[in-house]
């Protein structure tokens, strides 16, 4: 009997200490923006999100955080910072930006999760939060396009009529006066021009021999 009592008092007098002992961890994540959205675009486009952490723990004991980030797309993501400590309960802010893949559609959404694990002491826990990547508008032309044409079509000059751009310096060469260019009309002249010089210089020389013969011819006679 007297054991029985020793027993009882023992446990009450244990009991108020054992409400101190430390327990699991919580891990409560908290995004900031549900939805976020970004026009489609040829080229990537990162979408960051805010959010923060905050940690229910033993006060005796300190925690460690993982976080990592998914999207349903199999898009790429990043959560920075990836790992926190906390001393206090005191919520910590982090970053997770996902990439939205050039080409991507209109009216495409997509899923970003968050997953975080705490750890304390001999304990863990985890925990999730999520929003949604939304791409409005449509995609503009690939690069290699303008104007009206596609698949690299030249511009056209409207009424979908392919046409000469403006500044466009095309490289045909229009008929001309009996079938001739431009060009090959200025060459014609400039032959031409040295055709006329050079019959004149040569009856010149011819001149200048007669000449100088008919002198020769004079001596000639004078000295008989």
Known sequence: MRA???????????????????GPPTITIKIDQSTLRTN???SNQPVTFTGSVTVAKS????ATVSLTSTVDKGWNSSVEPSSMTFT?????????????PGGTPGATDAQLTVN????????????TASAMVTIVGTLPPPANQTGNGTNGTKPTN???????????????ISPGFLGFSNDQWIIISALAVIVVIASVALVSVRRRRKAALDVESVESVEEA
């Open 116 to 127: 975080g694990t705490v750890a304390s002491g001999i304990f863990q826990n985890t925990g």
């Open 40 to 42: 489609a675009s040829r």
């Open 88 to 100: 206090s309960t005191a919520p910590q802010t982090f970053t997770c930006t996902v990439t939205v």
């Open 4 to 22: 029985l009592v020793l027993l009882s008092v023992a446990v009450l007098a244990v009991l108020p200490f054992t409400s101190a002992l430390p």
């Open 158 to 172: 409207g009424n979908n009529q392919t046409g000469t751009p403006t500044g466009f310096v095309s490289n045909q």
């Open 59 to 62: 006060p005796y004991l300190g």
